[in-house]
């Protein structure tokens, strides 16, 4: 049974940092598609960054030179290094896995069959 589960979120002030992190277990890590979402209260839930199995990265554009993706295969972690964050960020933070993803769409939070529970964000200005 594949599981998910995040960490990290909390409260930051205007140009902080945050570093998230989601253990996985259950499946072959390094072979998946993995993944960081966020939704905030009233949104649709959006990309963050993305990783594939051979390592390419895809950022959101919200997040191209703030936010950084990472994994770990040896220790099925996922990482999220967010720095100079703002209060646009505040949301709840997904990791999400998939075996596989459509070429072109790793960013369409559809392509994911599994998700963690979330760790929340909250950046004051």
């Known amino acids: 049974q594949v599981q998910l589960v995040e960490s990290g979120g909390g409260s930051v002030q205007a140009g902080g940092s945050l570093r998230l992190s989601c253990a996985a277990s259950?499946?072959?890590?390094?072979?998946?598609?993995m993944g960081w979402f966020r939704q905030a209260p009233g949104n649709e839930r959006e990309a963050v960054a993305a990783?594939?199995?051979?390592?390419?990265?895809t950022y959101a554009n919200s997040a191209k030179g703030r936010f950084t993706i990472s994994k770990d295969n040896a220790k099925s972690t996922l990482h999220l290094q967010m720095n100079t964050l703002n209060p646009e960020d505040t949301a709840m933070y997904y990791c999400?896995?998939?075996?596989?993803?459509?070429?072109?769409?790793?960013?369409?939070?559809?392509?994911?069959?599994?998700w963690g529970q979330g760790t929340p964000v909250t950046v004051s200005s």
């Open positions: 990783i594939e199995p051979d390592g390419d990265i």
């Open positions: 259950g499946y072959t890590y390094s072979r998946y598609y």
């Open positions: 999400a896995a998939n075996g596989w993803v459509y070429r072109g769409k790793i960013l369409d939070p559809g392509q994911y069959k599994f």
